[in-house]
C-alpha cells in the first residue's frame, strides 16, 4: 500500500497515511505568546483540521504523546484536553515534561489515528 503524504516539506510531512492509519507530526502552537490553555487549544485545533484532511477525527485516536515544558503546566493542559477529547473515546496516552525545540511552546502533541471507514 502507498504512503500518502499531506503538507510535505524539507524536514517533515504533517501528516502520513499508510493502511487507514493516520500519522501527525508533533503539532505546537503558532501563537507562542498564549499561556498554556491557549497553546492547547491551538493545537488541539491543528489536530482536528490536520484529521479532518485525513477522513479521521478524534474519535478515532489510536494513542496520543503529550510533551509539555514544565509540570506546572499539567492541569491547565488536561483541563482543555478534558473538553476537547471524546468522551467514550478517550485514546491511550502519554504525558511526559520535554525540553521542547522551541522555549516558548509550552506543548507539543503527536497523535496516530484510524481512518472512518
Request: some cysteine; hydrophobic content about 45%; glycine content about 6%.
Given at each position: 500500500?502507498?504512503?500518502?503524504?499531506?503538507?510535505?516539506?524539507?524536514?517533515?510531512?504533517?501528516?502520513?497515511?499508510?493502511?487507514?492509519?493516520?500519522?501527525?507530526a508533533?503539532?505546537?502552537?503558532?501563537?507562542?505568546?498564549?499561556?498554556?490553555?491557549?497553546?492547547?487549544?491551538?493545537?488541539?485545533?491543528h489536530?482536528?483540521?490536520?484529521?479532518?484532511?485525513?477522513?479521521?477525527?478524534?474519535?478515532?485516536?489510536?494513542?496520543?504523546?503529550?510533551?509539555?515544558?514544565d509540570?506546572?503546566?499539567?492541569?491547565?493542559?488536561?483541563?482543555?484536553?478534558?473538553?476537547?477529547?471524546?468522551?467514550?473515546?478517550?485514546?491511550?496516552?502519554?504525558?511526559?515534561?520535554?525540553?521542547?525545540?522551541?522555549?516558548?511552546?509550552?506543548?507539543?502533541?503527536?497523535?496516530?489515528?484510524?481512518?472512518?471507514?
Open positions: 500500500m502507498a504512503v500518502i503524504r499531506h503538507h510535505v516539506g524539507p524536514r517533515l510531512s504533517e501528516t502520513a497515511i499508510h493502511n487507514g492509519t493516520v500519522y501527525l508533533g503539532q505546537i502552537a503558532e501563537d507562542t505568546d498564549q499561556d498554556i490553555t491557549g497553546q492547547t487549544r491551538e493545537v488541539l485545533g489536530i482536528d483540521r490536520l484529521l479532518e484532511e485525513a477522513n479521521s477525527d478524534k474519535a478515532h485516536l489510536l494513542t496520543v504523546q503529550i510533551y509539555i515544558s509540570m506546572v503546566h499539567f492541569a491547565g493542559m488536561n483541563a482543555v484536553w478534558d473538553s476537547w477529547v471524546a468522551q467514550g473515546n478517550t485514546p491511550p496516552r502519554a504525558t511526559v515534561e520535554s525540553k521542547l525545540a522551541n522555549p516558548a511552546c509550552l506543548v507539543e502533541i503527536v497523535v496516530i489515528a484510524a481512518q472512518r471507514s
